[in-house]
């Protein structure tokens, strides 16, 4: 026989040797301490903590984080947590004060609030890396130089100079562009504005069809076509009003005065447009991702006291906007729960700003000089 088989016998015999007494008082204990931990078993379970601060049992919730770029340090009260992408649990349902930290790269913050059984979200979070690499470019980008220009394509600029002759012959018996006020193309589309009825169309690159995408006229003016990847179309006159075409009425109807410029956001959910002072966003379609937006509704994302001279979409996360102002080149998020987090990314005095999505850069100009900087 073994000795671990002798060790098995040695404490049967011992316990059958207890009185009656002691085996009733092991059975209650076992009994009593089963009582004790199974409730706090299944109430952790359940996703039930306790609340000191309140002394009641509550059930908790989360806070889950995404970043670009990932694995950034999580703290929660100044605690660290885990890292990026990570749901936080188990939090008690009050406020907490959150912070992502990764090396070379300016930190985000934000009050959280937490509720019972509900995760509350933050996953377009954008960490700006603090020390950029800049990348001369030319030394001759002077008054003449246009950004958006240098950034098309070769196949672009051919679309656009097809566009221009099938304008050309759509003109009743004319063969000039005097008719057209102005026209945008778009994969294979082209629309325009034409005189004297400042209606808008839409016609193909081959011509062959004539569609009328507007019904009442604009005012008499001068226009820029502004087109979202799913087709909602705003215009800009040379009075700085903004107008947005109602999907429903083929109407334009007025959106804002007294704006610089406009841009819609390659996820196409969102219209950008800035005045002066201020940094605006129309929701086009329900933003089903917190923080929560229904569409048709305007967001005031900024307003300052200097000129603000040009912003654009960051079309990675299209939840940032880059804008320039005095000798900055800042970058803010939509998110504007508790604080807005926006960060100096570059010191330079950029008179053009624009993203290239194809070499994932920034480009901007300074004087006469062209700049490329990555944002990763």
Do not use: C
């Amino acid at each position: 026989m073994s000795f671990s088989r002798l060790q098995e016998y040695s404490a049967w015999f011992k316990i059958s040797k207890m009185t009656k007494t002691a085996r009733r008082f092991l059975l209650t204990s076992l009994i009593i301490v089963f009582l004790l931990i199974a409730p706090a078993v299944l109430f952790y379970a359940w996703g039930y903590s306790f609340d000191w601060q309140n002394k009641k049992p509550v059930l908790t919730g989360g806070i889950y984080l995404e970043s670009i770029p990932k694995k950034a340090e999580i703290y929660v009260n100044d605690e660290l947590k885990a890292r990026t992408p990570k749901l936080v649990k188990r939090l008690l349902p009050r406020e907490y004060q959150i912070k992502l930290v990764k090396k070379d790269h300016h930190p985000w913050q934000k009050k959280m609030r937490v509720e019972s059984k509900l995760v509350t979200e933050a996953r377009n979070i954008f960490l700006v890396p603090q020390k950029p690499a800049l990348e001369l470019i030319r030394n001759d980008a002077g008054n003449n130089f246009s950004l958006e220009e240098f950034l098309k394509t070769d196949g672009e600029r051919k679309i656009i100079i097809k566009a221009e002759k099938i304008l050309s012959g759509l003109n009743t018996g004319t063969t000039s562009l005097d008719q057209i006020v102005s026209y945008k193309v778009i994969d294979q589309d082209i629309f325009y504005l034409q005189k004297p009825s400042y209606i808008l169309y839409q016609t193909d690159l081959s011509g062959a069809v004539k569609n009328q995408v507007s019904l009442s006229p604009l005012p008499e003016n001068n226009y820029q076509i502004f087109i979202s990847p799913d087709r909602n179309l705003a215009v800009l006159d040379n009075k700085d009003r903004l107008y947005f075409l109602n999907q429903e009425n083929k109407n334009f109807e007025n959106l804002a005065e007294n704006i610089k410029e406009v841009q819609f956001s390659k996820d196409g959910k969102k219209l950008l447009y800035f005045s002066k002072s201020e940094i605006w966003v129309y929701y086009l379609k329900e933003n089903l991702i917190q923080p929560f937006k229904k569409a048709g509704e305007k967001e005031l994302i900024t307003r300052l006291s200097q000129e603000i001279k040009q912003a654009i979409w960051y079309p990675e996360t299209n939840e940032h906007i880059i804008f320039s102002v005095g000798s900055l080149v800042k970058i803010t998020e939509l998110d504007g729960r508790d604080i807005r987090n926006t960060v100096d990314f570059l010191e330079k005095e950029t008179s053009q700003i624009a993203y290239d999505q194809e070499t994932e850069s920034l480009y901007f100009t300074e004087g006469e000089k062209l700049y490329s900087v990555s944002l990763e």
